[in-house]
């Protein structure tokens, strides 16, 4: 047994270069490599076997596709201001359509929403109506396209970093966001599972992964605690869950989305593609 960081060993023995993708469709959210271009993050993330880039700017998809790449999530509002709030539906409808045209326009197969973070004067049940109506009126728009509406389900408890948890999110229960989406009831409404937030808010990963794997039409990563990467120093077994939710017949992406510790974040990416290629 080699007295070495465990992280050090977890990079040199799972970074052997990966000739053949064996497993799901593997995808890097762009908001957490930055301030690396763009472009060099798609040009390594190519040579590493990822398919796809979400996360970053729309003024740089021609030069991804053109790449070889493809886009796997187009945004539209952002987490703070959601359709529990029918002040924002304007605002939120908006922003879905013009997600929608682009995710037609560059082969995507999905955009993203969110509830919104709680809000003073709305009920648990005022709020559940308002999400629910605001995105059935774009849904039509949307199995109109082709597109699926992925509702992402976020952790409301780590406050040490505005990105590793956002307190006061509503839709930080991944059953209350299921029962949303049965309630939406169309088939272009699903669940962005991010399993490092189910495993902050409920634990027990691929039980919930079996249990709602209907309803799923996106997947994101991280380690737990701390949001970095996937490696033996944090508590996510990511290979058995990779392999249940292949079991589910799953064919979506699977979008590597966590704030890289390690100085050599391609090295992390490269880790993080060998460890769930399986
Ligand atoms: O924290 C996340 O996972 C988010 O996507 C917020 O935008």
Redesign the pocket.
């Known amino acids: 047994m080699s007295n070495r960081p465990a992280q050090t060993q977890l990079a040199t023995e799972s970074t052997q270069p990966n000739e053949t993708v064996t497993g799901l469709k593997q995808s890097i959210?762009g908001?957490c490599f930055k301030p690396m271009p763009v472009m060099t993050l798609a040009t390594e993330a190519k040579k590493i076997g990822y398919t796809a880039l979400e996360?970053v700017g729309a003024e740089h998809y021609p030069a991804i596709k053109e790449l070889g790449l493809d886009i796997s999530l187009v945004g539209s509002h952002?987490?703070q201001k959601g359709p529990l709030d029918p002040a924002n539906h304007p605002a939120v409808e908006r922003a879905l359509r013009t997600g929608i045209d682009l995710a037609v326009e560059y082969g995507s197969p999905s955009v993203?929403t969110?509830t919104g973070m709680k809000t003073p004067g709305i009920t648990e049940e005022a709020a559940f109506r308002n999400c629910v109506a605001c995105w059935k009126r774009v849904t039509p728009y949307a199995e109109q396209h082709g597109i699926q509406i992925v509702l992402?389900h976020?952790?409301s408890v780590d406050d040490s970093h505005p990105?590793?948890?956002?307190p006061g999110y509503w839709g930080d229960d991944i059953h209350r966001c299921v029962d949303l989406i049965r309630a939406v009831d169309s088939p272009a409404m699903k669940l962005?599972f991010?399993i490092?937030?189910v495993q902050i808010m409920h634990g027990d990963v691929t039980r919930h992964i079996r249990r709602y794997h209907e309803f799923a039409g996106h997947y994101?990563t991280?380690g737990n605690p701390g949001?970095g990467e996937l490696d033996f120093n944090q508590e996510i077994n990511y290979p058995p869950i990779i392999r249940a939710i292949r079991e589910t017949g799953y064919t979506g992406y699977l979008a590597q989305?966590f704030i890289p510790i390690n100085p050599d974040p391609i090295a992390s990416l490269r880790q993080a593609f060998t460890l769930c290629n399986v």
């Open positions: 959210m908001w996360g952002g987490f993203i969110f992402e976020l952790n990105m590793k948890g956002h962005l991010d490092y937030h994101h991280a949001r989305e």
